[in-house]
């Protein structure tokens, strides 16, 4: 490795880790590197304060929700896989569509906005959609705030104040690859979080760290390798 191209000029480094969530499969593409991740779309909305408490933390069915201390409580669509087709949907996902079709029940597929967006090459770059900003899925939401007000009637009337949404980089064994990337010295790709990067996050950043300053990792991460997708 022996740098890296970015839109102020070449850096030159030993070391590069690629830790670009939804991008990262498309930041390998040109060094022929297969990762076959696909975005997962994930919408949360943020409901107006609730005259009921709500002490924990719940994952029913297909939602999951928690009150803040200020009483609104976040409910998250969780009942399924939401991919929004893309021209990458096919030409990157050739691995994960079997799969995908194999698992198509917990599967919802989306054809609309960011089919046009791929279409008109917005992906393709790394400037245009700086931020991965995608709609929230409403219907989801609306069923999710049903789901929530049958479980707690005395909520009253579920309204979002906010709702948002982010692309996961899922994988299809929902693993993610964490290791040196095969046949380019000094690349450490650390991707593909698949939906649970919050919880695995502090142990992925140390391993990148080890790999980076000392070559390898106290952990074995024969499983997280990149080449099982190869
Ligand atoms: C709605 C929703 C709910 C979720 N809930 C949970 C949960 O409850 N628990 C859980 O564990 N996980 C959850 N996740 C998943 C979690 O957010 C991800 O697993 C985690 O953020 C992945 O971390 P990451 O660092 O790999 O990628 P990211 O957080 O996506 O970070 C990648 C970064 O790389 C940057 N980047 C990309 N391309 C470039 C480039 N070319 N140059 C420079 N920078 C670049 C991006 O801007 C971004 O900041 C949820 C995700 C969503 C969308």
Redesign the pocket.
């Known amino acids: 490795m022996s740098g890296v191209e970015t839109e102020v000029g070449r850096l030159k480094t030993d070391a590069v880790v690629v830790?670009?969530?939804?991008?990262t499969s498309r930041?390998l593409m040109p060094l022929g590197m297969r990762h076959p991740s696909l975005w997962i779309r994930?919408?949360?909305g943020r409901t107006a304060p609730l005259p009921i408490e709500l002490r924990k933390l719940v994952v029913w069915g297909a939602t999951a929700y928690r009150q803040r201390a200020d009483g609104r409580v976040n409910i998250?669509v969780s009942e399924d896989g939401f991919h929004d087709l893309m021209v990458d949907s096919f030409a990157n996902g050739h691995r994960f569509l079997p799969l995908a079709w194999k698992n198509r029940h917990l599967l919802r597929l989306g054809l609309g906005r960011p089919m046009m967006q791929s279409l008109m090459g917005e992906f393709a770059d790394?400037t245009t959609h700086r931020?991965l900003d995608p709609r929230p899925d409403w219907r989801g939401l609306k069923r999710a705030g049903r789901t929530f007000r049958h479980e707690y009637p005395d909520a009253g009337d579920i309204r979002f104040e906010r709702a948002w949404?982010?692309?996961?980089d899922y994988m299809p064994d929902e693993l993610p690859v964490i290791g040196m990337a095969p046949g380019v010295q000094g690349l450490v790709i650390a991707?593909g979080?698949?939906?649970?990067?919050?919880?695995i996050?502090p142990g992925v950043g140390r391993t990148i760290c080890d790999l980076v300053v000392t070559g390898r990792s106290r952990h074995d991460l024969s499983a997280f390798t990149a080449e099982r997708f190869s």
């Open positions: 830790a670009a969530g939804a991008w930041l994930g919408s949360v998250a790394f931020t949404a982010g692309y996961i991707a979080l698949s939906g649970n990067g919050f919880g996050g």
